[in-house]
């Protein structure tokens, strides 16, 4: 683990918000040269703070106005090994994320769909019949804020 400065939070806070900012552009913000800041960049990403950039899609402009978030219980734990299960439910491309949980249910999936009747048919064709589903409960998206994380 490395001891981050001020200037490394900013510098992450900056890329979280925008990634696609370059170390010229970023070092003129926090008054670092360009190669100052690329080195920074750099160690970030040696240490495995910086795990990589992502692509951030706009669903609603895409189509798909509806996200639903799904907390699974298997219903017959020992008996479908949760390898099976994850493998079944990453084949289904409207599942944007699983999630491995503690607690009430054994997982949590994001699921994104066109609208109400598409996230029906994705749940009774799809979600309903993996292997091992018992109890499931849907939370609707209302709104998000997306959040930096802890810095």
């Given amino acids: ?40 960049i750099k160690r970030l990403q040696e240490a495995g703070i910086i795990a990589g950039r992502k692509l951030d899609l706009d669903k609603e402009k895409l189509g798909f106005g509806v ?9 017959t734990k ?6 099976d299960f994850e493998r079944a439910v990453a084949a ?23 609208d109400i009747s598409d996230f ?8 309903m019949t993996l292997p091992g589903v018992g109890d499931v409960e849907a939370n609707v998206l209302l709104s998000e804020e997306s959040r930096p994380g802890p810095l």
């Fill in 1 to 40: 683990m490395i001891t981050l400065d001020d200037i490394d939070r900013k510098i992450l806070l900056a890329l979280a918000q925008d990634a696609t900012q370059n170390a010229g552009a970023l070092g003129r913000k926090f008054d670092l040269s360009q190669p100052a800041t690329w080195r920074r």
């Fill in 67 to 75: 996200t639903v978030f799904l907390g699974i219980k298997l219903a």
């Fill in 78 to 83: 020992g008996r479908v090994s949760l390898d």
């Fill in 92 to 114: 289904i491309p409207e599942v944007q994320t699983v999630e491995h949980v503690l607690g009430m249910y054994d997982y949590r999936l994001r699921v994104t769909a066109r």
């Fill in 120 to 127: 029906e048919r994705v749940l009774r064709r799809r979600v």
